[in-house]
């Protein structure tokens, strides 16, 4: 059974940085392309960067280009740098596969940007 579980979402004043991870279980996670998605109230989920199973060819959504790295490790955890955070970042966070299944949704890891 894969399991995606988000974590390292916090409260940080606009310019900070934080560092999300996913950590996945099962052969899935290891061999798709895995990807950070997210939503912010009344809005809809949107896809923010991914990364491919060997750990190249990440792209980034136009909004966060440039102020995020995505990574990942062999075998278990997918990270997501962001720094200069901005208020427009506040939102739940998620991992998925690209394109994303309904059932690998987790419960998302919530960053919040505020002074």
């Known amino acids: 059974q894969v399991q995606f579980v988000e974590s390292g979402g916090d409260l940080v004043q606009p310019g900070g940085s934080l560092r999300l991870s996913c950590t996945g279980s099962g052969i899935i996670f290891r061999v798709s392309t895995v990807a950070w998605y997210r939503q912010s109230p009344g809005k809809q989920r949107e896809f923010v960067a991914g990364?491919?199973?060997?750990?190249?060819?990440p792209n980034y959504a136009d909004s966060v280009k440039g102020r995020c790295t995505i990574s990942r490790d062999v075998k278990t955890t997918v990270f997501l740098q962001i720094d200069s955070l901005k208020p427009d970042d506040t939102a739940v966070y998620y991992c998925?596969?690209?394109?994303?299944?309904?059932?690998?949704w987790g419960q998302g890891t919530q960053v919040t940007v505020s002074s």
């Open positions: 998925n596969t690209n394109p994303p299944r309904n059932m690998y």
């Open positions: 990364i491919s199973p060997g750990g190249g060819n």
